[in-house]
């Protein structure tokens, strides 16, 4: 598998609608679960294959919740999109795991793709996977690419009858699940931040290669995290400005309240990224001056020793007639120059603050 | 705690409006002050916990200021935004420390929230504190996150009726107290300037790795004010744009005073975020030039004195019938041909302009 | 022939509208297909120079699909376009093989100029190919440069009848052949992909300037792709606005699609510059640490021994009265002591992390 | 005082409207002149303290031009703005020399500050002062800060009657004021550019640390009057889309041609930054040029010489039985060994090209 | 003569509408061309001074178009500028050769100004000559800077009636010369392509300063050609747009192929900024390399040979009591261990790959 390109290009060339998984494959069954909940009560069932087929579709005095967890089994996926009228190039954009997060607004539902993010610690990296939602007049459908149990706290509180989101309708709870998803985001910002903080106090101490890699792999993440976050801004404020009827006006302030997080996370990612750059410019100054160091050293002590090794050198010649071999103060005063030379020298290097 | 990435995650899971104070934990007591005020006359009132659900709001004659500093008390806060009908997001905004300035307007109510600067002398750094303000039809709130007296120089306007406060509407105390607020920012600018003007100075008597983290600290303090001065200019202009009917048109002249300021805020800001580029520039040129000198002393001597030291070798040598070793006036000229050469290297480098 | 600058300027002069092919010239006769097609049948044929004349325009019950492989004919060209009534400058944008991507409706048909890519993967890059569509109201006229068979899998789907293609309009086949170019993008980006993730590997393991060479040529590779990428997505957003009668409104959702493929693409485009423009980062950082890794050799290696070669020069002076050489164990002396400047300097050196 | 961040902090927490000179505190008195002109006639006195008060303001058939030379008597200041019925912020804004360019429109007025350069060839800089213009239905005012007599060209033109002036409204004096204003952009862009011509010859000729602050120096410059230069298109701009009703429309081929101008200066300016841009560059790369003719120059010599002195320490060793000793043709043998190495090796280094 | 900052200064201080030749002053009298060319015929003289005064203006049935070849005598093109009714800013315009391209649209003419380039092979540069249009009801004025007959091509096709050119309007005869200036375009940038190939070249055979001197005369000139064409953009928008009514519709297609021309000129020149960008990056890179390399060399040498030259200095020394002296088969061994470290230096550079 490509980590850049993609491997989209398997579709080229087929009539558009074929419904293809595009993604890591698995071998596991999917797990669908259905959701009926108003006000007064609440109802979970696992829904199996067969069991697609006789879903009862649109009650208005409930709502509907179908929570896809695993998008690998693709006639399953085509016979739940059946039973709600999908159509079939929405479909083929649910199962292909490399969509761009965007909304797209029909007459009977919305869609909308985003990016969901988790923190791998033993990996230091975040890891994102596909969530496609639709939100119907009655019936909300979610698709996440793993089973990760990723809503459970909206179950929950369903369950329990917790806040506002029993006696609210099917876009507060498109709502809730958005609201999930970012706060997730929250998460591995905070994790990010961890580990360019650790970065940037190793920087200080010491400067290798290494420690550029781990900047470099940094920034790359918080390029992919940018990426995943500006066209989810953009569901968001679709979203916000009712492009839809089956958006009530009361959703306005929790809408406005999502786009404020969102604008945070954009705006902490866009200050890691410049603090990224930042170290990337103290790590190349610091090479800089560690080479200036390094020089440093080896001329001072190459320019103190050659013009003593020359002396030395000159009286080891061995021609005749040379009339300092024979004068009996010679060797105090050998050392003597050679000493004038090195303070000489030394001195000369202190002015320059070499020292 | 973490320097970024901010411990927002706390919030993760927990359904929208539940009110917890994301910021730095504090002990001590709240202090909530109401201030009444008319053209005619002026009152001041501490309250208590138990007083504040006993508040008399909107009378129409009276303007009704109440200025909260500290907000960690989340039940009085609580209760507080319950007497004035605030909606929870708007509490939950006011908790939350790691807000971004923004402007909400409500039909009762506009909302505000603002960050506040000082300077931290010792720390060589500014600080920045979150101001919540709410402006209603006959009353403002303010939510200040310490208990620094920043609205003292209002407050004493109102007790002495100086100026036209007194004479004015909440409009013009919002108006008044965001001028305090910005004001504020130009005294951080001033205080970040002198900083920079003594780092140039540093700058170019020498060039340590010191220096550079100054820059780059310098740096990364300009592009937080620059973070937080762009939002708060878009609240100025929603304001200006008179987008609710609380603001008066009357306001007009002073809300663009206030939004002349915040350009040349950001106007210095971009000017000193350019001067500390060059400055950049500059140290890593600098570096490059120091390198080059010290590679040039290094180069100068070791080029001398090579061939010397060969040719003292060379008569070294320990080899019978080499005939120099006789002749009587090998020994001066050896030091004529030594010098020679010394001389021709230093001609060579002085034409190179290397000294 | 120029790589850059193009031969654009043989026309300088001449009066607008002069039908010259500016492209590679080739020899061949180039290829004219027709295909007429309904719900019901399909016919296809082979077209000769003189049979141009005659063709059949227009029967609203079939729609006429002529496809042009080749375009340096431009005798039967220019009576083909006579046929259908095209503008001269049309004409001449379709001969003129380096027009930019653009899309212009008239009264009877509407004119796409976009560029199909090909990886070649001899030369390891991607070539590019101008195809030209006119959509009429019956009829879809497509020149390609090459005989390259690009539209293969449409004529296929047409001839058996495959998808909705054999059902649908004009407007369907033009999307059909947008679809396959826009697909091959993603090939091209597959491989692009592949070659940087392969170069990222090489950086790592060695440094020489043959990977920035190649760096440096998948960076204009991407700059190319980036430049035949941004006027395609100004020519699908025009399409989608439905600014001509031709398309009806059933090809939105389809459009829609086309367009998120090449925000895709642009997107994945993005993400590859910026990796290449890390991996630059990266070359020259590990060729300043190279640097610094020789210097550090060379300063240990030569700062160790300059001062043991100066003692031993010292001692191999041939002046008279030096009392040292009648001493008896001076010899281990000398050793102690020049054993104590290695371990001296290497210690010194370990303390400044060199080794 | 502070070169950045200026003292604008002095106002902190003081009633908006307050009247402060912000600026550099001068001792000497205001110059105040009055001039009454019409197509018939014209009158100029200078106005003194107590005569302010007795001001004729607005007589219809004659147009009252007030200049006002010095800003820093604020008592005269306050008279003089009380007579016109000025906002007491727009006198602050009059006032604060600190202030950004801008436009504003009032009922009565239409209040505009600009900033006026000129080049001081002793400072090799250009200095900018602070002019603030009012345009009213029937007099115009301009308070400039230094006493330049800036606008004498135009006192001129009015005295002698040359050209429109006086044959046209206020509009058209404004007009005139503002034409000199800009003219003077291109002297001081003139005198930039012939400086960094100079600086551009002396780069080639040698590369010192002072060109580098010299191309700082400019760079500088060249930002603070883009600075300067921007705000003032905008005021422009607002003066041509004529949205005061004090601008008559046979103004405007006249603001179209400031416009052009102002865009010119714009143009220039942006070039003059890119030139400077690049030799920041070459700069930089003479650097390292030099840096590499040096280390060739090192490494030339000593690579040649290391293995000749090693060769002559060689046979400069006192062990017994070391057979060459002895041999009678061993000293020319030992020249032609170190000969061939020296040969050797300039051949090797004249195929790297290193002379 | 000033390079950069122009000798525009020299208009500071004059009433506007002075006209005065702003350019290189030329000796030479000027050449005036009149053409009257109707469907039906075609009548072309040369005009001289005093029959300027006299000039047939606007009979609607022929088409007048007066060519002016050198604008350097100001009295004679006041005189034209009279007949045509201009407006005194636009005669100026005409004669300051330092104009930016723009277009004005008056009540009874439009006004633009563009400047066409040549290249001279010579001086390996392109040169800029600025060209005045003026379209009237039924006539054209156009005013070069140079005789170089620029418009050659159009006065043949109008003389032999060529294309449509004698059967239309004014408009396209604008359209004729606007065409066959950007035509030129694409010759000057073909030859910069050409020079920029040749640069590539040499870059990758030598690095020379030089070459970093023919790359920023490359930028240059491309910088020059982009601010050239980005208003020329404007010109043809603003005539596509049909802002004024001299234009008529049937113009819309030609006005468009100029605009894809502009278009496409404008990318051809952001590619080879982007190329003349990445050879700069690759000069750099290729002078790090370069030191790289000669610092191996110069390591590899001393480093190999400094301890050899040690031990041989070491059996130097004249000490008594050097028991190796002695040893029979010391010479050998010294040897041995001389070969044995050269051998592990080499190795271990090997190993690093330095060779």
Known sequence: MHKYGKQYSLKAGMPPGTL??????????????????????????????????SLDIGKPSVIQWINVDGIHDVGALETLGGCFGLHLLVMEDILNTEQRPKIENFN????????????????GEFTTEQVSLILGKHFVLSFSEKEDNLFNPVRE??????????????????????????????VVLEELGEKIEYAEDELISKTSLDTLQVIHKLKRQMLFLHKSVWPLREVIVSLEREETPLISESMDIYLRDLYDHIVQIMDT???????????????????????????????IISTVFIPLSFIVGLYGMNLKNIPEYNWPGMYPT???????????????FKKKKWW
Not at 164 to 169: A, C, F, M, N
Not at 334 to 348: E, H, N, Q, R
């Open 20 to 53: 293809i998984h595009v993604g890591v494959r698995k071998k596991d069954k999917i797990q669908i679960t259905e959701f009926n909940y108003s006000e007064d009560g609440f109802e979970e069932k696992e829904i199996d294959g067969p069991a697609l087929c």
């Open 334 to 348: 050998v050392w003597a120059i050679m000493i004038a030379i090195a303070v000489f020298m030394l001195a000369y």
């Open 269 to 299: 990612t866009e200050t890691l990224r410049d603090i990224l750059s930042s170290m990337l410019d103290i790590y190349l100054s610091s090479i800089s001056n560690r080479m200036n160091e390094i020089m440093k050293v080896l001329t």
């Open 108 to 123: 009977e539902y919305t869609f909308m793709v985003v990016k969901s993010l988790s923190f791998d610690r033993q990996m």
């Open 157 to 186: 509180r369903i369950k329990h009858g917790i806040g506002r989101i029993r006696k609210s309708g099917p876009d507060y709870l498109i709502y809730s699940l958005l609201d999930i998803i970012i706060d997730n985001y929250f």
